[in-house]
């Protein structure tokens, strides 16, 4: 009775390079079973330790292809261990048995476009390229695939350390259609001392490039940033220069710093701060006559409107004359005359119906000192609102203004204030206030380089040389105007020389027309003073003439007593008289 026969086994689980038909193959089965039963029983060696010539040859179980003398590669598919290797070109293996010292074999230069085998660990032979369909020689252990095989999914990776086989019964994957081999079955031959430590597992990483360490000198970095910063100025000093010139040439509009606007007082001492509050109580003058016009100035006195001011400024408006005021906050008004006096220089008119008026406060001029400071505020050729500043030149300076008619009834005479403030034409009647804005002087005169008869025919600047009449004289006559509408002057009953040429003040030694020259029972003449007396002094102050006489008389009140000093046939003598009163009128 013939025994069934074992089924032959497919094409694609022959060992490799087995054909059909061959016996070897089913001898090559059995053989595979004698090694897995003795491979189960057995307990798995170290891959570390060296197997070396024929005790490595002897341990080791035998191989499925038999010894190739001539290194020619086997044909025929891949085996079930093992992935088919990547394509490379054929390269011949060494003969069976040679022995390649570790570190020495490497992997020959691959061509461009063929799959690259994984690197090796450190004293490694590498694994010689394979030619596709060529199975590596007796004995060869293969790596591998890089790559997955079509038909076949993904074998599992397993961690390794690198030169260690997988342990006892690690299950490997198998090609497609062929029959589950159990795991002792499927482990591989013992590693030869050519491929001792590898693993086939081990997923190595590609060597990486070692780094190369740049190192800048300090000194170089230092020239790096001078480098720099020349190049910065030459371009910034570039852009300089053309935003320069784009701005000399009107191409980008100019601005320039300015400081903002102060608001702040100024104090009351200051110029500024005498003007803030002086001008609001200045007016300009504009007088229209029958035959002649001026301008002039002039300053209030009291809430009713009474304005003080020159009799020379209103005098061309006559008696039907036309006489407007206009304020300083440009308000105009009508105004007439209250009252005036040609021997004083001084004239008072109103405005009516004029609110918010600003009376400016009156100071004391007997207590004026040389060098005070001052202001002078006026309308100087019709330029209202002008402000000047000086200090006092002098006191007491006799002047005499006007004169213009024959019999003198219109001559002035004045115990002025002198300053330097700049006065010129329309400042006649302007106040002159002191540091404290209140008014010591009333700006009547100056004298003048140019008197007028020069070429062009006009009136002289000034040149520092002004007069003001004093506010104590100036205060009594405008009440007088006010109150009366006419002014009294103090006399003493005498009638003077004025052609006189010695020093001091005579006595006429006839009388005017058919009067007396010293008037009978008058101040004078109670004093004792007689015709041709010579008076030098007037309490104690030297007069020089007779303007200067009257200038004296005139600085005081009616009813004040004056010590006089006179010489009388080459005798000094005194004497003592009460001041009379004369009327203006």
């Not at 993904?154 to 090609?175: I, W």
């Not at 209250?338 to 007997?366: C, E, F, M, Q």
Request: proline share 13%; hydrophobic share 35%.
């Amino acid at each position: 009775m013939d025994e069934p026969k074992a089924p032959k086994p497919k094409w694609w689980s022959r060992p490799v390079g087995a054909r059909p038909g061959d016996r070897s193959s089913d001898a090559a089965e059995g053989a595979e079973e004698r090694t897995e039963a003795a491979a189960a029983q057995a307990p798995p060696e170290p891959v570390d330790a060296p197997v070396e010539g024929r005790a490595l040859e002897e341990a080791a179980p035998r191989p499925l292809h038999e010894p190739d003398p001539y290194s020619t590669p086997p044909y025929g598919g891949p085996g079930p261990w093992a992935p088919a290797p990547p394509v490379q070109h054929p390269v011949a293996t060494p003969a069976q048995g040679t022995h390649v010292p570790p570190g020495m074999a490497q992997t020959p230069p691959q061509a461009p476009g063929m799959a690259q085998a994984p690197p090796q660990a450190p004293g490694m032979a590498q694994t010689p390229p394979q030619a596709p369909g060529v199975t590596p020689p007796h004995g060869t252990t293969l790596p591998p695939a890089t790559g997955p095989v079509p038909g076949q999914s993904a074998p599992v990776p397993m961690p390794s350390h690198p030169g260690m086989t997988p342990p006892h019964g690690t299950q490997l994957p198998v090609g497609p259609g062929e029959p589950h081999r159990p795991p002792a079955a499927m482990a591989q031959p013992a590693p030869t001392a050519q491929w001792r430590g590898y693993d086939p597992w081990a997923v190595v990483p590609p060597p990486a490039a070692p780094k190369t360490r740049k190192t800048v000198s300090r000194r170089g970095a230092w020239i790096a940033v001078l480098l720099i910063a020349l190049v910065a100025g030459c371009i910034g000093g570039g852009i300089g220069a053309y935003a320069e010139r784009d701005n000399a040439s009107g191409g980008v509009d100019v601005k320039l710093p300015q400081a903002p606007v102060e608001k702040e007082a100024r104090a009351p001492g200051s110029v500024a701060g005498i003007a803030a509050a002086s001008l609001p109580g200045v007016v300009t003058i504009h007088v229209r006559g029958s035959s002649e016009e001026g301008t002039g100035t002039g300053f209030v006195l009291d809430k009713q409107g009474h304005i003080l001011t020159n009799n020379h400024v209103v005098q061309p408006a006559g008696a039907d004359g036309d006489i407007s005021v206009t304020f300083n906050s440009g308000q105009d008004a009508k105004a007439e005359i209250i009252g005036r006096d040609a021997g004083y220089d001084l004239a008072v008119v109103k405005v009516d119906r004029v609110s918010g008026l600003t009376p400016l406060p009156l100071g004391n001029s007997d207590s004026v000192r040389v060098g005070d400071p001052v202001v002078a505020i006026g309308a100087p050729f019709d330029l209202a609102g002008t402000v000047t500043s000086g200090i006092i030149s002098a006191k007491e300076r006799p002047i005499t203004a006007g004169g213009e008619k024959e019999d003198g009834s219109d001559v002035s005479y004045v115990d002025a204030l002198q300053t330097d403030a700049p006065i010129n034409p329309g400042n006649s009647g302007g106040p002159l206030v002191d540091r404290k804005g209140r008014v010591i002087g009333i700006n009547s005169a100056i004298r003048a380089a140019d008197d007028g008869s020069g070429l062009g025919g006009g009136q002289g600047g000034s040149i520092g040389l002004g007069f003001a009449i004093p506010i104590n004289q100036g205060k009594r006559v405008a009440e007088e105007l006010i109150n009366t509408g006419k002014a009294t002057h103090p006399v003493i009953g005498v009638t003077l020389d004025m052609g006189y040429t010695g020093d001091g003040a005579r006595v006429n030694t006839k009388g005017a027309g058919s009067g007396p020259p010293v008037t009978s029972d008058g101040p004078g003449d109670k004093a004792g003073i007689k015709a041709g007396d010579v008076i030098t002094e007037v309490d104690g102050v030297p007069v020089h003439s007779g303007q200067e006489l009257i200038v004296k008389i005139r600085s005081h009140r009616p009813g004040d007593r004056l010590a006089l000093t006179l010489k009388r046939d080459g005798k000094t003598r005194t004497a003592e008289l009460t001041l009379g009163s004369a009327s203006s009128g």
